[in-house]
């Protein structure tokens, strides 16, 4: 069991997906998960797996 990060990571990614800003970096987990849908959620793993989204917009961007 992870520490949660994942479902961070994965919040992230579909906050990003929805005000369409640029996903740059997104790997999904080998098996579903059950706080998404399949297809929406994003892995990371230290030194192996990450998540980036970059701000492509006019204005700032806060998490």
Do not use: W
Not at 23 to 34: A, G, L, Q, Y
Not at 36 to 54: E, H, L
């Amino acid at each position: 069991m992870g520490g949660g990060v994942c479902k961070i990571a994965s919040l992230l990614y579909n906050v990003a997906t929805l005000s369409d800003l640029k996903v740059i970096m997104r790997s999904p987990h080998s098996m579903t998960v059950p706080y998404v849908s399949p297809g929406q959620d994003a892995t990371v793993f230290y030194g192996v797996k990450d998540f980036r989204f970059i701000n492509d917009t006019e204005g700032p961007v806060v998490i």
